[in-house]
T-cell receptor, first 111, second 113 residues
Framework: SAVISQKPSRDICQRGTSLTIQCQVD?????MFWYRQQPGQSLTLIAT?????????ESGFVIDKFPISRPNLTFSTLTVSNMSPEDSSIYLC????????FGSGTRLTVV | QKEVEQDPGPLSVPEGAIVSLNCTYS??????FMWYRQYSRKGPELLMY????GNKEDGRFTAQVDKSSKYISLFIRDSQPSDSATYLC?????????????FGKGTKLTVNP
């Protein structure tokens, strides 16, 4: 399976600011997935990032709020923009390489 | 009705007990069924991965799928304190070139020494 490095592991941010989360994979993959894990809720897919094309967003998630970059086959970033306390959550990237593997997550607290 | 239902627990058992974790689902389009283990402050770790109805065994873990009832289970035999974690069921959905995992809320398990 793939090894995923995600950073930062945690951050505390002021409302109204933005945070960019990085995801690095040790293998080339076509799709990279970004999920959100809110307290007491299911892991939910935010968007799928393909190299060389616009990310595909799930219902309830928009590009202006969660812009994604996918510059190559091993790297992606997710930005959480204009943050509010409701964005406090764990954000995880994932790839499907011999099974769906997840990074260790970014624990975001917005104050 | 949520697509995947999972009892969040918490579930507390003595060491050595057999643990049964379950999920039900409503979408017949789900093809692959997975169980993840998530320790506190860690990402989910894939435990088991099955496609067809029936049982799949890996060491102390057995995954069971019943597609006719839309019901999946994970059994842990001889449970250990190190098994204490949150267990997530997940199901793969695909359509055209799109794919995603749909998760249950997770069941928090504590195995007491």
């Amino acid at each position: 399976s793939a090894v995923i490095s995600q950073k930062p592991s945690r951050d505390i941010c002021q409302r109204g600011t933005s945070l960019t989360i990085q995801c690095q994979v040790d293998s080339q993959v076509t799709m990279m997935f970004w999920y959100r894990q809110q307290p007491g809720q299911s892991l939910t897919l935010i968007a799928t990032a393909n190299q060389g094309s616009e990310a595909t967003y799930e219902s309830g998630f928009v590009i202006d709020k969660f812009p994604i970059s996918r510059p190559n086959l091993t790297f992606s970033t997710l930005t959480v923009s204009n943050m509010s306390p409701e964005d406090s959550s764990i954000y995880l990237c994932s790839v499907n390489l011999y099974g769906y593997t997840f990074g260790s997550g970014t624990r975001l607290t917005v104050v | 009705q949520k697509e995947v239902e999972q009892d969040p627990g918490p579930l507390s058992v003595p060491e050595g007990a057999i643990v049964s974790l379950n999920c039900t689902y409503s979408n017949s389009a789900f093809q692959y069924f997975m169980w993840y283990r998530q320790y506190s402050r860690k990402g989910p770790e894939l435990l088991m991965y099955t496609y067809s109805s029936g049982n799949k065994e890996d060491g102390r873990f057995t995954a069971q799928v019943d597609k006719s009832s839309k019901y999946i289970s994970l059994f842990i035999r001889d449970s250990q304190p190190s098994d204490s974690a949150t267990y997530l069921c997940a199901m793969r959905w695909t359509q055209g070139g799109s794919e995603k995992l749909v998760f249950g809320k997770g069941t928090k398990l504590t195995v007491n020494p």
